[in-house]
């Protein structure tokens, strides 16, 4: 099976993932059905995609005949409330993908309404970043059609795209979802369906081992930030990245880990973060975060003590570098994919996995060890494949 350009693609909700895969999939050439329930939502994603389009005229990516072309290719149903009715626009869709809110019920009940619209069998994509896509296929007759392809925010900008096959994804919707997004000039990487996937479960340490080191006192965040962004070349500090990702959306995607891994130690949410959420500070969006973001606050000056940054970042690296070898040892995705992920998909300097070969596997199990020891604790545990690597003297990328 092929999805041509000629293809109808569906998606369900007008959110910011929403509009922005169905601007990729317009750009390409598709026909798009974009449906919401909200029908303000509906208005503000296709002023979205008209802007993100002229920026695009502008730096001379795209005519402005084109742009105008690929906004009107993207049709919008639904609206005032109506659902129901609204989904038979999807009935000539090739692929549906649906980016509504992290609910478990909400996306099996979409799949149930839709799977029931066609005649012949459609693939039926979501854009979870922590459900189970096994889960939500199990409400489906035809589960085997129904696969994750999880976009990165924004999705007209971050090229990563992660394939997720369920339990009983048949092996062609899964080479035929790839094949489609890769058309879409997207880079595809393929992640079992465990939580977190590759990016959301590997990148956790970035986030928690960073307040772990706040709430001991060792450093401020502004400090933190500064030795990740200026000492580690990570674009953003951690207590920054989550005020602008949002530290409600932060604190959910780490309790989902978290309880998807039956409570490991490794992914435990902090007293910090629930603090926060129960304030109402969300980070940049509602204005105070982890840093003050209101008109005239003063931000917090870090200590530039570079050999406290060092230990910083070397603490932090060292358990996102066990994270990413673990995450080849139960093989939730290849050497290869881990690291084009967590280049692709959350701009990291290096792959983590050629980031610890650089640094010698040794020495970045000999750092866990030594956190291990001192603290006594499960979440400092080295991958038993890290330490089988260093005790073999092999490569992640051996030919």
Not at 10 to 28: C, L
Not at 214 to 229: H, L, N, P, V
Not at 360 to 378: I, P
Request: proline share 4%; with cysteine.
């Amino acid at each position: 099976m092929t999805i041509t350009r000629d293809a109808c693609v569906g998606v369900v909700g007008a959110g910011v993932m929403g509009s922005g895969i169905a601007q990729v999939a317009a750009t390409y050439g598709h026909r798009v059905v974009l449906h919401d329930t909200s029908s303000e939502a509906l208005a503000r994603a296709m002023d979205s995609v008209r802007r993100n389009l002229a920026r695009s005229v502008e730096k001379g990516r795209i005519a402005e005949g084109d742009a105008a072309t690929v906004a009107k290719r993207i049709e919008t149903v639904g609206g005032d409330g109506s659902d129901s009715s609204a989904l038979d626009a999807f009935a000539e869709c090739a692929i549906v993908i649906e980016a509504v809110i992290e609910s478990l019920e909400a996306k099996q009940d979409i799949f149930t309404r839709l799977e029931a619209l066609f005649v012949e069998p459609a693939i039926l994509g979501t854009n979870t970043s922590s459900l189970s896509v096994t889960a939500i296929a199990q409400a489906c007759n035809r589960p085997d059609n129904v696969v994750g392809v999880h976009f990165f925010n924004p999705p007209t900008v971050l090229s990563l795209v992660e394939i997720v096959p369920g339990l009983v994804t048949s092996p062609e919707t899964t080479r035929t979802t790839r094949e489609l997004v890769d058309a879409w000039g997207k880079t595809t990487v393929l992640a079992s369906d465990t939580p977190g996937f590759i990016v959301n479960r590997i990148a956790r340490p970035f986030y928690g081992e960073a307040l772990r080191i706040y709430e001991e006192g060792i450093a401020s965040m502004a400090t933190i930030d500064w030795a990740m962004r200026d000492i580690g070349g990570f674009r953003m500090g951690p207590f920054e990245l989550m005020d602008f990702i949002g530290n409600d959306i932060n604190f959910a995607a780490t309790s989902s880990v978290f309880a998807g891994t039956f409570n490991d130690p490794r992914y435990k949410p902090t007293i910090t973060q629930q603090r926060l959420v129960d304030a109402g500070f969300l980070g940049r969006k509602t204005g105070r975060g982890y840093y003050d973001y209101r008109e005239g606050a003063q931000q917090p000056e870090p200590d530039r003590d570079e050999e406290l940054g060092k230990r910083i970042f070397g603490r932090i690296l060292a358990m996102l570098i066990n994270e990413a070898a673990d995450a080849v040892l139960f093989r939730i995705a290849s050497p290869a994919d881990v690291d084009l992920a967590m280049t692709k998909g959350v701009n990291y300097p290096k792959g983590l996995l050629a980031w610890g070969e650089e640094l010698g596997l040794q020495t970045v199990l000999g750092r866990l060890e030594a956190l291990q020891a001192e603290y006594g604790e499960d979440r400092y545990r080295p991958s038993a494949l890290l330490r089988r690597m260093v005790a073999e003297g092999r490569s992640f990328f051996a030919d």
